[in-house]
């Protein structure tokens, strides 16, 4: 089944992380119409070559075109608007980098394959078992329907109020008609009647003020575990998801939440009105509608503005279009996008909330800290959405500009570029047509590192790791002035959730425990709460070499997005492994058994490949190749070197090594699906090709060079294979002959 089609059957839970996938940049109704075409294209090697991603994007263009032509079929015209519209958007803003959109989907396509394991783990899992999470999830849903139901029930006891009392007001003003005409006795039950009326009136009404002062104080405390412990915890689950965490999810549900209670709150407003008009018809001394109606009233206004102050929310963190697995991080002069919601989701609100972004808006002024204009429109209006009805706004098209300071523009402050954080609030006005309603609002996305240069973005991404790792604070400008250690527990995590975020595997327990030798030393034993200081992550070099921790990590990273990522989410890669472990690892392994690991000593991303042999008196020999990187792979792939590394002596046939790829998984069936595959034969009579170009095809190899006496000590036998390979080129009498004289040349 279908990628799009499996998404579509999945839980409303899901569907809104998917949501949360598209915007206006690629609209989900481009994934809709053309699904099928979409998961077609290898959109990673498309994201990696500028020609074929020009390809793509005209492809795209053309299946829009024929996408519009069926609506004009259909006479579907407004589908013909909205794809017109599109087709330019998509025109504006790839037409000249055509690599961003592949990248767009190719991380889109990535994230729905994450949500459909997530639901898949989920379900197999979740049968007969349910988390935590959804149990206090279930408890706030019951004192939201409880509160709910209670203003129902308020409802009801005023009717009935307002039924007896003009019961009561009827009978007083015919009473004075009738008393002529009732006996003394009628009289006197008639008054026992009327006074009896009269304090089941008395006891309704405290019953309505009770019962309203209950319900309030219901209120309260939903509200604050809806602001002090549900939305703090979504935002965490943010900053969780922007450094490569599980996806944040249950915004919708946070909204429903405060949406009810919201309108929960305006009903018992309106019911309080209703209590005054009755207070107006019918008064008495210490009536308790006269006593309380103007702490109740205040009360109420409070509870809804605290409501709504907390309300408007960053839902989609600030992010630059072409890094999108790198929020936060911002480049002067590139636009960035930020999206905004209004938790509560009344039509009375909607258009009426206009939000402006402000720059660091109460930074004191700091010798060396630079300052950034905004440039872009930035001011929205908030509207509801068509694809959720949640009333949002998004900016799409901001972008930063460093002011310009006379005299020395060196920066003389006590950060660096990239740990200097920086602030983007939102800040708008509620005042809609109701007395005593006006609020200000105000939202903060977290701390950002602006860079004005693209080489600044990997220690610009490690800044943005550690302060979400080890900090909830939204405005903490000054965290790297002297910035926490992290405990190795923290960073293993985020560690490997830069790995799982752009590929399809994490990192396992083996390759962590290398990682941690590295940042802790054997001694430290990879305990949990080995503390990793900010320096040695980022600034000061790993074991000595002439580059930090991190950037060694980023430079793995890109070389596996650019050239191992299908091997790495196969597990062919160990990549994070010591000699020493490695060693270990083949000791007791056939000859030729081998493994792939990262190089410690180039920061730009490095791969080798290590395997066993044994000498002449059964000791094992590990050898390993110089360290390919993304120069070697780009002009021929992993695979591929695999398939034809030789080793070769003078006056040697040149060998292949490489047998097992670790534990004992023979060499082809590894990577044999990596395989270039072979061009067609030509036919016997075809020999017009080879005539017209006048070249005879070549294939790059990648070979060893070692000394004889080395080779000799550790030769391997020949496999049968590698012996009917031999034949081709050698006689059986002349290799016969060259073995009888090296024999005899040891003797």
Known sequence: MAQWCQLQMLDCKYLEQVDQLYDDSFPMDIRQYLSRWIESIDWDTVAMQDSLATIRFHDLLAQLDDQHSRFALENNFLQQHNFRKIKRNLQDRFQEE??????????????????????????????????????????????VKDLKDKVQFLDQMLKNLEDLQDEYDFKMKNRENEANSLSPK?????????????????????????????????????????????????????????????????????????????????????QLKKMLELEQKFTYE?????????????????????????????????????HPQRPLVLKTGVQF???????????????????????????TEKKGFRKFNILGTNTKVMNMEESN????????????????????????GPLIVTEELHSLSFESELHPNQSGLYIKLEATALPLVVISNVCQLPSGWASILWYNMLTTEPKNLKFFLSPPAAKWSQLSEVLSWQFSSVTKRGLNQEQLNMLADKLLGAKAQRNPDG??????????????????????????????????????????????????????????KCPGTFLLRFSESSKEGAITFTWIEHDVHDKPVYHSVEPYTKKELTAVSLPDIIRTYKVMAVENIPENPLRFLYPDIPKDKAFGK????????????????????????????????????????????????????????????????????EFQDES
């Open 98 to 143: 055509p690599h961003a959109m592949a990248m767009i989907i190719s991380r889109n396509l990535k994230e729905e394959q994450k949500i459909l394991a997530c639901a898949k783990e989920a379900e197999q899992e979740g049968e007969g078992t349910v988390s935590a999470m959804v149990v206090e999830k279930q408890k706030l849903d019951n004192k």
């Open 186 to 270: 009628e009289l006197q039950q008639e008054k026992f009647q009327m006074a009896r009326m009269c304090m089941d009136l008395k006891q309704k009404r405290q019953d309505v003020v009770t019962f309203l002062t209950e319900l309030l104080n219901l209120t309260h405390s939903l509200i604050q575990e809806l602001v002090s412990e549900e939305l703090p915890e979504w935002k965490q689950r943010q900053q969780i998801a922007c450094i490569g965490g599980p996806p944040n999810a249950c915004v919708d549900q946070l909204q429903n939440w405060f949406t009810a209670v919201a309108e929960a709150l305006q009903q018992v407003r309106q």
């Open 286 to 322: 210490n009536d308790p509608i006269s006593q309380k109606k103007a702490h109740l009233e205040n009360r109420a206004l409070e509870l809804l503005k605290n409501l709504l102050s907390n309300s408007l929310v960053v839902e989609r963190q600030p992010c630059m279009p072409t």
């Open 337 to 363: 996008t930020v999206k905004l919601r209004f938790l509560v989701k009344l039509h009375e609100f909607n258009y009426q909330l206009k939000v402006k972004a402000v720059f660091d808006k109460d930074v």
């Open 389 to 412: 009805g949640s009333l949002a706004a998004e900016f799409r098209h901001l972008q930063l500009k460093e002011q310009k300071l006379a005299g020395n523009r060196t920066n003389e």
């Open 531 to 588: 503390l990793i200081p900010w320096t040695k992550f980022c600034k000061l070099s790993a074991n000595e070499k002439a580059f930090p921790f991190w950037l060694w990590i980023e430079g793995i990273l890109d070389l596996i997005k650019r050239h191992l990522l299908s091997l790495w989410n196969d597990g062919c890669i160990m990549g994070f492994i010591s000699k020493e472990r490695e060693k270990g690892l083949l000791s007791n």
């Open 674 to 741: 990596y395989y270039p595959k072979p061009s067609e034969t030509q036919e016997p009579m075809d020999v017009e090709s080879t005539e017209k170009s006048g070249y005879m095809k070549t294939e790059l190899i990648s070979v060893s060079e070692v000394h004889p006496s080395r080779l000799q000590d550790n030769m391997m036998p020949m496999s049968p294979d590698d012996y009917k390979a031999l034949e081709r080129y050698v006689s059986p009498r002349d290799i016969d002959a060259v073995m009888s004289s």
